[in-house]
């Protein structure tokens, strides 16, 4: 069974920068995707950036291009999305996701969710 765990969400100004990790565990994750998403109150999930965990291969949507970039470290079975210039609009629930698929830009498909992180953004 496949468990992902979130954690170093926070408050932060708006220009900061924070960096959410996400273990996982229960599987051997060479043919997954991980994926962040978020969900800010009152809105649907978002789907943020995908890491095809095989090869390193990296997604991210137009709304965090050049602000936030998805990693992964093997050696920890761990997904990093490191999010700068941090503004209001990207507090939100943060969630991390697995799926058992190569298609890093596609937002379906996860089965297996994290219990999320949140991130506030003051201004």
């Known amino acids: 069974q496949v468990q992902l765990v979130e954690s170093g969400g926070g408050l932060v100004q708006a220009g900061g920068s924070l960096r959410l990790s996400c273990a996982a565990s229960g599987r051997t994750f060479s043919s997954y995707t991980m994926g962040w998403f978020r969900q800010a109150p009152g809105q649907e999930r978002e789907f943020v950036a995908g890491?095809?965990?095989?090869?390193?291969?990296?997604y991210v949507t137009d709304a965090v291009k050049g602000r936030f970039t998805i990693s992964r470290d093997n050696a920890k079975n761990t997904v990093y999305l490191q999010m700068n210039s941090l503004k209001p609009e990207d507090t939100a629930v943060y969630y991390c996701a697995a799926k058992r698929s190569a298609w890093i830009s596609l937002a379906s498909g996860y089965t297996d969710w994290g219990q999320g992180t949140q991130v506030t953004v003051s201004s």
């Open positions: 890491i095809r965990w095989s090869d390193g291969t990296t």
